[in-house]
């Protein structure tokens, strides 16, 4: 092995911080994007409750005028 080949202990630490960081890096945004999509998941569900509880007062509205007694 030459002087030109020889890896100096500060390249080394260099690599292996800067794969530690890379890995980090990359991590952060794999959570991320799983709690973005788990965020518009719980947001999606929300509106769909809320779309229901609308329909269920509607349909009590509706079926309580049916049943009152007409003057």
Known sequence: ??????????????DAIQDGFEATVSTVGHVGGVVVGAVR??????????????EIRDAARKAGEEHEPHA
Request: no cysteine; proline share 0%; charged share 30%.
């Open 1 to 14: 092995m030459s002087n030109h080949d020889h890896i100096s202990r500060n390249e080394i630490r260099k």
């Open 41 to 54: 998941d719980v947001g999606k569900a929300l509106g769909g409750l809320a779309t229901e509880l609308f």
